[in-house]
């Protein structure tokens, strides 16, 4: 089992980035997958969620309207479209695949939003 997550950078304030979690190993079309993300110093939060075939998504409060979770169950891969960036936003980003007692995790993207 494989979760690759690409895509993270330094951005400045208001800027965007698009994660991309690529998997493996598993039968990605049957998970709901999820993003999470760890602050320096902070536990891990989850930040959006989506259902295995893409129609239910979730997202944490701080992230509502900025962040836009989706997945191709074609390509094996789910994305973080994040737009309207803040500092408060830098943290590593992990990928999740989640099914009954299965849990799978990436080994996480860094994104620093700085100016």
């Known amino acids: 089992v494989q979760l690759v997550e690409s895509g993270g950078g330094l951005v400045q304030p208001g800027g965007s980035l698009r994660l991309s979690c690529a998997t493996s190993?598993?039968?990605?079309?049957?998970?709901?997958m999820r993003w999470h993300r760890q602050a320096p110093g902070k536990e891990r939060e989850l930040v959006a969620a989506i259902g295995s075939v893409g129609s239910i998504t979730n997202y944490a409060d701080s992230v509502k309207g900025r962040f836009t979770i989706s997945r191709d169950n074609a390509k094996n891969t789910v994305y973080l479209q994040m737009n309207s960036l803040k500092p408060e936003d830098t943290a590593v980003y992990y990928c999740?695949?989640?099914?009954?007692?299965?849990?799978?995790w990436g080994q996480g993207t860094q994104v620093t939003v700085s100016s």
């Open positions: 999740n695949g989640r099914r009954l007692q299965f849990d799978y």
């Open positions: 190993g598993f039968t990605f079309s049957s998970y709901a």
